[in-house]
């Protein structure tokens, strides 16, 4: 009766009961963990699998032109959201301390290649296949959804085009047990002490990590004495605020215009080495706070943007100095940047601002810090991003060698214009700013759409290859691609550049693209922060790099 009454849906509605079905059973799945360690989000990949299956035995057909939709859909969603999350800080992670661990982790991805390359050579597996196994090894849907849309552009049969989704899952369960099992044999090989190095970390952070530290100087330089704070050689305009001043038991708020006596004490932020030059060049440090909760009329206040109008507006346009107001810091995307004159605010953006209550609640208007368009989602902003995403994924690009011209597609096109667009910020009427808990639940229903359609195609056909198939060797495959570059890079990073080892562990998770890795690594020292930042450093060059390199594989192989 039941199977009757299911053979009498239409394609489109048995096509979404199965969708849901598999999203919800997978979400299940992927939520049991045994100590710490889970399938995650690639549970919906094997509940799409199993419900494909049981269609398959039943005789029911889906609908297919809707689920390769939903399927596509579904991944612009997720790398689009990917693309506005990091965006901000995408640029940041290439500079100074974040260039070593992106560099490490680039590394790994190219080896992972390679190692794909090499097995190509040296086995019949199907290039299809392979690289959703490369994709699967690392954990890395985004790769998954990139093969199979590159297939697709060179007109690839239904046939071939579901052997990724089949690889895919041969070698996931093993690609989030290799990064484990590289942690693991890391510290255990080279006797490393995670208590020596979560010391060696903030020892490092307490010398100089911070990004936009604070210093109190009094002045004892005679020469400064009776000048004007605007006539200080290089105190304003060069990525240095002075947000108060003290004299004597009063405490004032400082402009260009103030005069600096012998004895008077400069409250300033800004980044490390330029502090140090102010104090070559004012006095000495001082040890008294410069508080404005006590005996003053100064305060501050944290104000957020979001009035339209102050957008690509710079610090200096607002002419806060005349109002006897400074901004001294502000903060983006997580980070703090230097509160510079020549800083472009973009929304979102949250300024803490310095001066009288009254001049600060007159300035607040300029900025909006509307808490109600934090918590909104521009959706004409997305849509207007997906659109750019989709054209810019679609523009052939020739490179010397390959064959056909390499596309980003509708997995690196989305991406790249959503990186793009977040740290432009906005664009006329659209503002590129999602909040957090919006962009996770986004994210979350793009990736459980896409792995669902890809488990749903690729049931019919799973257990028949695992068994009587090749996929028992695939998995050996995979586990090769999984382990080979994460050992190799991984000492030679620790022996050779004499990476923290805790900074480690989160690079390796940060180079598979892997929350559950992330856990496992802060499990190790739970009080630390070495772990998240590496991941969160490599993050997003990785995802740029996962993605391309299947699209690259094909082009060159096939």
Same mark, same amino acid.
């Given at each position: 009766?039941?199977?009757?009454?299911?053979?009498?849906?239409?394609?489109?509605?048995?096509?979404?009961?199965?969708?849901?079905?598999?999203?919800?059973?997978?979400?299940?799945?992927?939520?049991?963990?045994?100590?710490? $360690?889970?399938?995650?989000?690639?549970?919906?990949?094997?509940?799409?699998?199993?419900?494909?299956?049981?269609?398959?035995?039943?005789?029911?057909?889906?609908?297919?032109?809707?689920?390769?939709?939903?399927?596509?859909?579904?991944?612009?969603?997720?790398?689009?959201?990917?693309?506005?999350?990091?965006?901000?800080?995408?640029?940041?992670?290439?500079?100074?301390?974040?260039?070593?661990? =992106?560099?490490?982790?680039?590394?790994?991805?190219?080896?992972?290649?390679?190692?794909?390359?090499?097995?190509?050579?040296?086995?019949?597996?199907?290039?299809?296949?392979?690289? %959703?196994?490369?994709?699967?090894?690392?954990?890395?849907?985004?790769?998954?959804?990139?093969? !199979?849309?590159?297939?697709?552009?060179?007109?690839?049969?239904?046939?071939?085009?579901?052997?990724?989704?089949?690889?895919?899952?041969?070698?996931?369960?093993?690609?989030?047990?290799?990064?484990?099992?590289?942690?693991?044999?890391?510290?255990?090989?080279?006797? $490393? &002490?995670?208590?020596?190095?979560?010391?060696?970390?903030?020892?490092?952070?307490? &010398?100089?990590?911070?990004?936009?530290? @604070?210093? =109190?100087?009094?002045?004892?330089?005679?020469?400064?004495?009776?000048?004007? *704070?605007?006539?200080? #050689?290089?105190?304003?305009?060069?990525?240095?605020?002075? @947000?108060?001043?003290?004299?004597?038991?009063?405490?004032?708020?400082?402009?260009?215009?103030?005069?600096? =006596?012998? %004895?008077?004490?400069?409250?300033?932020?800004?980044?490390?080495?330029?502090?140090?030059?102010?104090?070559? +060049?004012?006095?000495?440090?001082?040890?008294?706070?410069?508080?404005?909760?006590?005996?003053?009329?100064?305060?501050?206040?944290? +104000?957020?943007?979001?009035?339209?109008?102050?957008?690509?507006?710079?610090?200096?346009?607002?002419? *806060?100095?005349?109002?006897?107001?400074?901004?001294?810091?502000?903060?983006?995307?997580? !980070?703090?940047?230097?509160?510079?004159?020549?800083?472009?605010?973009?929304?979102?953006? $949250?300024?803490?601002?310095? %001066?009288?209550?009254?001049?600060?609640?007159?300035?607040?208007?300029?900025?909006?810090?509307?808490?109600? @368009?934090?918590?909104?989602?521009?959706?004409?902003?997305?849509? +207007?991003?997906?659109?750019?995403?989709?054209?810019?994924?679609?523009?052939?690009?020739?490179? #010397?060698?390959?064959?056909?011209?390499?596309?980003?597609?509708?997995?690196?096109?989305?991406?790249?214009?959503?990186?793009?667009? @977040?740290?432009?910020?906005?664009?006329?009427?659209?503002?590129?700013?999602?909040?957090?808990?919006?962009?996770?639940?986004?994210?979350?229903?793009?990736?459980?759409?896409?792995?669902?359609?890809?488990?749903?195609?690729?049931?019919?056909?799973?257990?028949?290859?695992?068994?009587?198939?090749?996929?028992?060797?695939?998995?050996?495959?995979?586990?090769?691609?999984?382990?080979?570059?994460?050992?190799?890079?991984?000492?030679?990073?620790?022996? +050779?550049?004499?990476?923290?080892?805790?900074?480690?562990? %989160?690079?390796?998770?940060?180079?598979?693209?892997?929350?559950?890795?992330?856990?496992?690594?802060?499990?190790?020292? #739970?009080?630390?922060?070495?772990?998240?930042?590496?991941?969160?450093?490599?993050?997003?060059?990785?995802?740029?790099?996962?993605?391309?390199?299947?699209?690259?594989?094909?082009?060159?192989?096939?």
């Amino acid at each position: 009766m039941i199977l009757g009454f299911l053979h009498g849906l239409s394609g489109v509605a048995l096509g979404t009961a199965a969708l849901s079905l598999a999203g919800a059973l997978g979400l299940l799945l992927g939520g049991l963990s045994w100590r710490g $360690i889970g399938l995650g989000i690639g549970g919906v990949l094997f509940a799409g699998i199993f419900v494909g299956h049981l269609a398959s035995l039943a005789g029911l057909a889906f609908d297919g032109a809707m689920i390769e939709f939903i399927r596509e859909f579904g991944l612009i969603l997720f790398v689009f959201t990917i693309g506005i999350q990091v965006g901000p800080g995408f640029f940041s992670t290439l500079q100074k301390s974040g260039l070593q661990l =992106n560099l490490i982790a680039a590394a790994i991805v190219v080896l992972g290649v390679v190692v794909t390359l090499g097995l190509h050579a040296l086995t019949a597996v199907p290039v299809p296949a392979l690289v %959703g196994l490369m994709s699967g090894a690392v954990t890395n849907t985004p790769g998954l959804g990139a093969a !199979t849309q590159v297939l697709k552009d060179i007109g690839a049969d239904p046939a071939t085009l579901s052997q990724p989704g089949l690889g895919y899952a041969v070698a996931y369960p093993f690609g989030i047990l290799g990064i484990l099992a590289s942690m693991l044999l890391l510290r255990a090989v080279l006797k $490393i &002490r995670v208590e020596a190095e979560e010391a060696a970390f903030d020892a490092t952070r307490a &010398r100089g990590a911070a990004e936009l530290p @604070s210093l =109190n100087l009094r002045v004892r330089n005679p020469n400064l004495d009776g000048l004007r *704070l605007g006539e200080v #050689p290089d105190l304003y305009d060069a990525g240095v605020v002075v @947000s108060r001043l003290r004299k004597g038991d009063e405490l004032l708020h400082p402009t260009r215009d103030t005069v600096l =006596n012998l %004895g008077d004490v400069l409250h300033l932020v800004g980044p490390a080495p330029k502090l140090h030059a102010m104090e070559l +060049i004012l006095g000495e440090r001082a040890e008294s706070a410069l508080t404005t909760t006590k005996g003053t009329r100064l305060a501050w206040e944290r +104000i957020a943007v979001t009035e339209k109008k102050a957008l690509g507006r710079h610090i200096r346009d607002f002419g *806060l100095e005349a109002q006897n107001v400074t901004i001294s810091r502000v903060m983006r995307a997580g !980070t703090e940047v230097p509160a510079d004159g020549a800083l472009t605010l973009q929304f979102g953006d $949250i300024l803490t601002v310095v %001066g009288g209550k009254a001049e600060i609640a007159a300035a607040r208007p300029f900025f909006g810090n509307q808490q109600r @368009s934090l918590e909104s989602v521009q959706f004409s902003a997305v849509f +207007i991003g997906i659109v750019l995403g989709v054209l810019v994924g679609s523009v052939p690009i020739l490179v #010397p060698g390959l064959p056909a011209p390499l596309k980003l597609g509708l997995a690196g096109g989305p991406l790249v214009v959503a990186i793009v667009l @977040s740290r432009i910020g906005f664009l006329g009427p659209f503002v590129f700013f999602m909040p957090p808990v919006a962009n996770h639940a986004l994210r979350e229903l793009g990736i459980v759409l896409f792995l669902a359609a890809v488990g749903l195609k690729a049931g019919d056909s799973f257990l028949a290859t695992l068994i009587h198939g090749d996929g028992l060797i695939w998995m050996l495959y995979g586990a090769i691609i999984t382990l080979v570059p994460l050992l190799i890079v991984g000492f030679a990073a620790r022996m +050779i550049w004499k990476v923290n080892y805790l900074s480690l562990a %989160g690079v390796l998770a940060g180079s598979m693209t892997d929350p559950p890795a992330l856990a496992f690594a802060n499990a190790m020292a #739970p009080t630390a922060a070495a772990q998240s930042i590496g991941y969160a450093a490599v993050y997003p060059l990785v995802m740029c790099l996962r993605i391309l390199a299947p699209q690259v594989l094909v082009l060159l192989l096939m």
